[in-house]
């Protein structure tokens, strides 16, 4: 199943943002501010929020975090902010303007984090309370997993590296578990 | 509901609440032109349906449709509906959109459209009553609060929250002031003169609202919330308005970057939010959906106290001077002037004792029997008028303080109370009722004798006032300097001063009265003052041209590793000094001085306009308010009239001639007067047409005067159309003439589209017609 984000589900905290780039929000000067929200502004308009997600009874051990011992019912989820926001913070990189790619790369960051976030309540809200929210990288879970997880949610619209390292790059993959 | 102030506090103690957005450009965006307040009578559906929205995007507060619902806006703006039915209607649609709904009803309550007096034309009473007017209404309808905003006048607002409280102690008050980006309203007070007063004043929150996009109010809003002690609330605009190809107007902000601005005004602790022109309910929707209703964040509010006029303030550390010179007692000349109303005095007076290096000036009229209290409210409104010091108000009678209070713009020092019960209540009431900081004479009926005894007393009276409301920091006592020439023991007071200085109460002395009947008074003054700032003093009444005691203050201050910077508003250019400290007789006797070298079109084109467009730049600058260009507009006006009238008829045609007019249907012209009177100032011939002026009036106007430049203003956004419905009309009539056009709604990429020229200020617009003259000349010559 596939699930497209209103706007709402994937925009951020500005303190968040500023906290990724190590500034105090109260200590934030106009210009910065500024710049922040154009970027911010201009990174909604770059993404192209998706999540593909399946209810799974098991999932291949490889992925299976240890926490998860138990659990019923799985719900696997991709999300992703999709590929022209790489584009445009590679774009900022290639002209030197690299204020701007670094506050356009941690606004995405901090986006998919809100994505991940709005998702996991309406799962919630769906099956209850469940596991923690988990991902490859974390535990027991290698990050190179990742490449299990899209082969097993057949997305092919996801690349997937042997590093773990996936593309489009804000993208993540995630468990939460139900007993 | 029925909303107490307790309750509604407690509303904003648990969590940020919000307001609902613009209501005028939402209604013309929906197509409708006109005065949206008939609407409540015309067209409720219309109302009810916008409201119905607000609340659907999920506000907290919903404001009544009655922004220009009172008296005085109504009958400028031609609507015959009786203000009952228009106030009536709107609070009942409001409530039937709120219906079933945790909705609260604030009665909305915005500027007469007038300034009051000395700016303006009305009185502050007058003011009063409108306001009272209004808000009884819509008390009377059912509102559950009030939220007075887009003020731009501290009087007024003044006025409309006295208006309200009058009529019920227990309804909640929000108060917006309305402030240009450098954080000073057009009628030159600061965010912190406002913040600073509101805090006495009896509302429950403090704000700002409309002119500024989010981005460009976080300054503005980042002192309120450092100044205020109440909750605070804001409410931006989404960005200026901009006109599209089809003639509508849109507003530049989207409702993603408005809310992802609003943060901001979350972390700075705000309590309230909301939106003003050009949000809409899908602006507030997406805001409150994406902020969430959290809980307001802690704020870290300055704790300082400080005294202000309309337009300077002054923070009471580390050591307030106040000036002692206006003072008519026992001066037979000077009460004379004062009983006959000419104030040039008290205004020579203020600005020298400013430039000695006063902070507030003490203003005592001598013996009150022989005044009314129009004597007092006129030399306030003096004082006002050339933007002086803050004032400490020595007045014996209560009632003549209480219509100065009334009057008086900003945070003064009222002088005195001793410390007996019946007094200490009125002086809290006035504290209460109109902002302030009391000084607190050690004394009921007699002055005691012993230091410990006069500390004692003022000990006791600052309980009572704490108890009453009236925090010690807010109070200066006076522990009484008496005349060593009658023998007294000037030890008392020093020692006094240092009990009191332990105990953490701010201590201020008459300082003169040590010397009375004395020879050398400066130096026993000096040395006096020195040992009690040694004590811990904190404030003196004292006079400032006596060269050692002002250097006693800096130099004992410095001994306790206190430095005191003063910045001085001097101009090198002293024609520019003479208009500014309105020295009109100063400013002729230098003009007539130049006459014998110059010709008077020399003087009036090359010397007095060039000063006049310095000032100008002064006033863009943000170094001089507007009411200081005002002023020295009026300054310099009967000296262009007298240069004007030596000048010979052959040179009279070279002065230039420019017609004024705010375009039809349009009611504002404050802006466009005060572009009038800097022009004029500049030695220009005015001619103004007034307000709401058909296209072929103008026409008219312009075959009968020959005008040189035509400057038009236009101030909503359903009117900056007729600009170039003139423009267009002279063009068919094949007349060439620059245009100049200004009003909140234009800006230069309108005036542009239209082919006429922009001028943002007063200041912008003599700068403006300079250039086109010059442009003008180079055609022609």
Known sequence: MTYLPNDIEFMPSKKMIFARLGVRYKNVDQYFNKKVNDIYVEGMKYSKPKVWWKIFDRVPESIMPEEFSGVKKIVVFVSTLGKHIDVRIDKYMKNNEILNGTILDAWASEALEALNESFDIRLRHMFGEGTRRFSPGYGNVDIRENKTVIRLMKIESIKVFESGVMIPRKTTTCMIGWW | ?781
């Open chain 2, 1 to 781: 509901m029925i909303l107490t102030r307790k309750e509604f506090l407690g509303l904003l103690n648990e969590r940020i609440h919000y307001l609902d957005g613009a209501y005028g450009t939402e209604f013309f965006r929906s197509g409708f032109k006109g005065v949206i307040e008939i609407l409540n009578i015309e067209n409720k559906e219309m109302v009810y349906s916008l409201q119905k929205a607000y609340v659907e995007a999920g506000v907290d507060f919903l404001l009544t449709n009655t922004f220009s619902a009172n008296r005085l806006k109504l009958e400028t703006l031609k609507v015959n509906y009786d203000l009952r039915d228009i106030n009536y209607n709107a609070v009942k649609i409001a409530k039937m959109a709120a219906a079933n709904k945790n909705v609260y009803i604030l009665g909305d309550i915005s500027s007469t459209g007038h300034f009051i007096k000395p700016f303006g034309e009305i009185s502050f009473n007058e003011a009063y009553d409108v306001f009272k007017e209004q808000s009884e209404i819509l008390l009377n309808a059912g509102v559950d609060g009030f939220i007075i905003e887009t003020i731009s006048d501290l009087k007024e607002l003044k006025a409309a929250i006295l208006a309200i409280r009058d009529l019920d102690d227990d309804i909640p008050i929000i108060a917006h002031m309305t402030f240009n980006k450098n954080g000073v309203s057009v009628t030159g007070t600061s965010v912190e003169i406002f913040v600073t007063l509101l805090n006495d004043l009896d509302v429950d929150v403090i704000g700002t609202n409309c002119t500024l996009a989010p981005e460009e109010l976080v300054p503005v809003f980042k002192k309120i919330s450092e100044y205020s002690k109440k909750p605070v609330s804001v409410e931006p605009n989404a960005g200026k308005p901009r006109l599209q190809r089809d003639g509508s107007v849109i507003y530049k902000v989207s409702r993603e970057r408005f809310a992802i601005c609003m943060e901001d005004f979350i972390e700075m602790g705000s309590n309230i939010i909301g939106g003003c022109c050009g949000t809409s309910p899908d602006h507030i929707k997406f805001m409150i959906e994406f902020l969430g209703k959290v809980k307001s964040k802690k704020r870290n509010i300055l704790l300082k106290e400080f005294v202000s006029s309309r337009t300077k303030i002054k923070s009471t550390e580390p050591f307030l001077i106040i000036g002692e010179k206006i003072n008519a007692s026992g001066k037979k000349n000077f009460q004379r002037k004062i009983r006959e109303k000419n104030t040039e005095k008290i205004v020579e007076l203020a600005i020298t004792q400013e430039q000695e290096g006063a902070h507030v000036l003490d203003v005592n009229l001598g013996i009150e029997k022989l005044l009314e209290s129009s004597h007092f409210t006129t030399v306030i409104n003096e004082l006002d008028k050339v933007s002086s010091l803050p004032l400490s108000l020595d007045i014996q009678q209560y009632e003549f303080m209480e219509e100065a209070l009334k009057e008086y713009v900003g945070r003064p020092i009222i002088n005195s109370s001793t410390c007996k019960t019946e007094q200490l209540d009125k002086a809290i009431y006035l504290l209460k009722r109109y902002g302030g900081i009391l000084i607190l004479l050690t004394m009921k009926d007699k002055i005691p004798k012993t230091a410990k005894e006069r500390a004692e007393i003022a000990k006791n009276a600052i309980k009572y006032l704490e108890k009453n409301g009236i925090n010690k920091e807010r109070v200066f006592v006076d522990p009484l300097v008496l005349p060593i020439g009658a023998k007294k023991d000037p030890y008392v007071t020093i020692e006094a001063i240092n009990i009191l200085s332990r105990s953490g109460i701010n201590t201020s002395i008459g300082l003169s009265n040590l010397s009375f009947g004395m020879p050398n008074r400066e130096a026993l003054n000096s040395a006096f003052l020195a040992l009690c700032i040694n004590e811990g003093l904190s404030a003196a009444i004292l006079n400032t041209s006596e060269r050692s005691t002002m250097n006693v203050i800096f130099g004992s201050l410095m001994l306790k590793g206190i430095e005191i910077t003063e910045k001085k508003k001097f101009f090198e250019n002293p024609i520019v000094n003479m208009i500014l400290k309105k020295k009109e007789t100063d400013l002729k006797r230098e003009i007539e001085k130049l006459l014998e070298d110059y010709s008077p079109l020399q003087i009036s084109q090359d010397i007095l306009s060039k000063a006049m467009e310095y000032v100008g730049e002064l006033y863009s600058k943000g170094e001089i308010h507007l009411p200081e260009l005002i002023l020295a507009a009026e300054t310099v006006s009967p000296i262009f009239e007298f240069l004007n009238s030596l000048i010979e008829e052959k040179d009279n045609k070279q002065i230039t001639t420019i017609l004024l007019a705010t375009v039809e249907g349009d009611v504002h012209d404050i802006g466009k007067k005060i572009v009038g009177t800097v022009l004029k100032s500049a030695g220009f011939n005015i001619i103004d047409l007034g307000k709401d002026v058909p296209a072929n009036v103008i026409l008219s106007a312009i075959k009968k005067y020959n005008p040189d430049i035509l400057g038009l203003s236009a101030m909503m956004t359903t009117t900056i159309g007729k600009i170039k419905e003139v423009k267009d009309l002279l063009k068919n009539e094949n007349i060439k003439i620059p245009i100049i056009a200004g009003g909140a709604s234009m800006n230069g990429e309108i005036a542009k589209k239209f082919g006429v020229f922009y001028a943002k200020n007063a200041s912008d617009a003599l700068k403006l017609v300079k250039k086109l003259l010059k442009d003008i000349e180079k055609v022609i010559g």
